[in-house]
């Protein structure tokens, strides 16, 4: 049977939890450190991914990054094409991930006494170096938990990835798309295996990543 | 030399204070609340002031009226945080490192152990903050500030958070270390004791302002007003009427009775007649008369006074006791007019115990006058 769709959901996952890391981690030091007009705003629109149907999502993701979207087109005229390519999945699970790890790293930068930042300021270290030398290593449990259910969630995408990559066997279809494919086409064994590889990934991830950090979720 | 005029403004509180110290050990003491900590904050450069104007050894590091406003990395201030705030996740050589990132490797390594040789740290260079007893938090506090050579060291509350037996021991090793280095230092206290203990100058707060700013031995001989004789927590703090000032003699007329009291000779205070005046006479200073010795002789026991005993608190070694004069008037002080510190064997040898009924006198040179606030 074809095993390319966990190949590719693995691949996809990972390239879109490498760029929440880079989208979400300045995000969320800004929420949890900065105060400025369309704060409370933004805070919110962070969590909306969790709440909104992922058709929702994926439908106005589309209406962006599609041909004749803005981001699209923009694209388009560098000769890049992002809808209904692998690219397309990766910002979808990205999307579709970010709030998790947004909030949970959120919490953890707000957990680390602002003293100790300052203390480093007037030990003549930059913003920059303070992050990395202190905020950062003091909050990574946090970080590192919303990084797991991040990829984890990253890896379980569908209705986002529907919606903006389609289901295009060798090219954009994952693992949970796979899955509902055979299972449309009463395919069960194929189905089956998929789900157990999905379950045994995520579990594994969850618990073997935890325990390395002592974490609970 | 620092210099230092700020304004800030805040939500319920404002801060407007200006004072200035030379090459010494200066404490900032107050009630909590009376902006102590916002005063070290700007000047560290962690707060911005409203207005005002910051200079240390001729660096301007915040003028309000053309926009200078170092960040405080560029400050070179030493702070020591009120409960030390070293970094958990750091060794004890690492916290002292900390703020010599910018240097040679070679330099880095040589002054962070020549600064933990001189603090006592080396032994403990791989230790955790954690694993420090309080003494030892405070020196690598301490080593922390002043590796990078800052030009003025900023001590917030650094005893505040220990129980009395170590804070003793600690205030001590703390004022001996201060000493030792040699370094500009502004310390924030809200215990009169520790300020007494490790500065050479104090600068009263109250409410956000400065109450008094003065050499140490000044403060408590000379008060700048009854607000500042309250927060030193001066003992008979009383209140009376001008008869008559001049230069050198102030007359006051308090609970029936006229008292002499020596001008200020700094002050040359001259109120008008009638005007409410403040003034305190120290417990020990307030004398009885011997009724076993020949009658008073006025010229030393002036001000004499009659009255009773009516209370005592032991206070170990002395007796304070609480003394109602005699008169119609409602007692100045809760139940009582003065308080007067004895010695215990004073006290055991004229029988006070037993016997209550006392002529008391104050000698015009140890009454006190404070210019009302």
Same mark, same amino acid.
């Given at each position: 049977m074809d095993l390319y769709p966990v190949w590719l959901s693995f691949q996809?996952?990972?390239?879109?939890? *490498?760029?929440?890391?880079? *989208?979400?981690?300045?995000? *969320?030091?800004?929420? *949890?450190?900065?105060?400025?007009?369309?704060?409370?705003l933004l805070a919110g629109a962070v969590v909306l991914p969790l709440v909104l149907p992922p058709t929702v999502l994926g439908y106005y993701l589309l209406l962006l990054i599609g041909s004749r979207g803005p981001v699209g087109r923009l694209l388009g005229t560098l000769g890049i094409e992002l809808a209904f390519t692998w690219r397309a999945a990766v910002l979808a699970a990205c999307v579709g991930s970010i709030a998790l790890l947004v909030k949970a790293a959120e919490a953890g930068f707000e957990s680390v006494d602002p003293r100790l930042e300052q203390a480093a300021r007037t030990l003549g270290r930059s913003e920059w170096s303070v992050f990395w030398s202190v905020t950062l290593p003091l909050a990574w449990r946090s970080v590192f938990a919303g990084t797991t259910l991040a990829f984890c969630r990253a890896l379980g995408d569908f209705g986002i990835t529907l919606m903006v990559a389609g289901s295009i066997p060798g090219l954009t279809q994952t693992m949970p798309l796979a899955i509902y494919d055979h299972v449309q086409a009463n395919q069960m064994h194929e189905a089956n295996v998929l789900a157990l590889i999905a379950v045994a990934a995520v579990t594994a991830l969850l618990m073997g990543l935890g325990r390395l950090a002592r974490l609970r979720f | 030399?620092?210099?230092? +005029?700020? #304004?800030?403004?805040?939500?319920?509180? #404002?801060?407007?204070? @200006? /004072?200035?110290?030379?090459?010494?050990?200066?404490?900032?003491?107050?009630?909590?609340?009376?902006?102590?900590?916002?005063?070290?904050?700007?000047?560290?450069?962690?707060?911005?002031?409203? @207005? $005002?104007?910051?200079?240390?050894? $001729?660096?301007?590091?915040?003028?309000?009226?053309?926009?200078?406003?170092?960040?405080?990395?560029?400050?070179?201030?030493?702070?020591?945080?009120?409960g030390y705030a070293l970094f958990p996740h750091l060794s004890v050589e690492e916290n002292v490192a900390f703020g010599l990132?910018?240097?040679?490797?070679? &330099?880095?390594?040589?002054?962070?152990?020549?600064?933990?040789?001189?603090?006592?740290?080396? @032994?403990?260079?791989?230790?955790?903050?954690?694993?420090?007893?309080?003494?030892?938090?405070?020196?690598?506090?301490?080593?922390? @500030?002043? +590796?990078?050579?800052?030009?003025?060291?900023?001590?917030?509350?650094?005893?505040? +958070?220990?129980?009395a037996p170590l804070r003793r021991q600690l205030r001590d090793e703390l004022g001996s270390l201060v000493r030792e280095w040699g370094k500009a230092t502004v310390l924030v206290t809200h215990d009169l004791g520790e300020a007494f203990h490790l500065a050479d100058r104090i600068v009263i707060y109250d409410e956000g302002r400065v109450a008094q700013a003065?050499?140490?031995?000044?403060?408590?001989?000379?008060?700048?007003?009854?607000?500042?004789?309250?927060?030193? $927590?001066?003992?008979?703090?009383?209140?009376?009427?001008?008869?008559?000032?001049?230069?050198?003699?102030? &007359?006051?007329?308090?609970?029936?009775?006229?008292?002499?009291?020596?001008?200020?000779? #700094?002050?040359?205070?001259?109120? #008008? +007649?009638?005007?409410?005046?403040?003034?305190?006479?120290?417990?020990?200073?307030?004398?009885?008369?011997?009724?076993?010795?020949?009658?008073?002789?006025?010229?030393?026991?002036?001000?004499?006074?009659?009255?009773?005993?009516?209370? &005592?608190?032991?206070?170990?070694?002395? /007796?304070?006791?609480?003394?109602?004069?005699?008169?119609?008037?409602?007692?100045?002080?809760?139940?009582?007019?003065?308080?007067?510190?004895v010695p215990k064997l004073v006290y055991e040898m004229l029988e006070i115990a037993r016997d209550r009924r006392w002529t008391i006198s104050m000698h015009r040179g140890s009454i006190q006058v404070l210019p009302s606030s």
């Open positions: 996809v996952a990972t390239s879109a939890t *490498a760029l929440t890391l880079l *989208a979400g981690l300045p995000l *969320a030091w800004l929420l *949890a450190r900065r105060r400025f007009p369309g704060h409370d | 030399m620092l210099s230092l +005029a700020v #304004a800030k403004r805040l939500a319920g509180f #404002a801060l407007d204070v @200006a /004072w200035e110290a030379g090459e010494e050990v200066v404490a900032l003491f107050g009630a909590s609340g009376a902006g102590k900590t916002l005063t070290l904050q700007c000047l560290a450069g962690l707060v911005r002031p409203d @207005a $005002g104007r910051i200079v240390v050894n $001729g660096r301007v590091l915040f003028d309000g009226t053309n926009g200078v406003n170092l960040p405080p990395q560029r400050r070179r201030l030493g702070y020591v945080f009120q990132s910018g240097r040679p490797r070679e &330099e880095r390594r040589r002054r962070t152990a020549e600064v933990m040789e001189r603090l006592g740290l080396t @032994a403990l260079a791989s230790r955790r903050p954690r694993e420090l007893s309080g003494g030892q938090a405070q020196r690598v506090a301490l080593g922390r @500030a002043l +590796a990078p050579d800052p030009e003025l060291l900023l001590l917030d509350e650094p005893l505040s +958070a220990l129980d003065a050499p140490k031995s000044e403060l408590l001989s000379r008060p700048a007003s009854e607000q500042v004789a309250r927060l030193l $927590g001066v003992r008979n703090i009383l209140r009376g009427a001008v008869i008559k000032a001049t230069p050198e003699i102030i &007359e006051l007329r308090w609970r029936g009775h006229v008292l002499e009291a020596i001008n200020s000779p #700094a002050r040359r205070y001259l109120p #008008a +007649a009638d005007t409410p005046l403040a003034f305190f006479i120290r417990p020990e200073y307030v004398r009885l008369i011997r009724k076993d010795r020949p009658s008073p002789d006025p010229g030393h026991h002036m001000n004499r006074m009659e009255g009773r005993v009516v209370g &005592e608190v032991d206070q170990g070694t002395n /007796w304070m006791l609480h003394f109602r004069l005699d008169g119609p008037e409602p007692p100045a002080q809760g139940g009582h007019d003065l308080e007067i510190e």
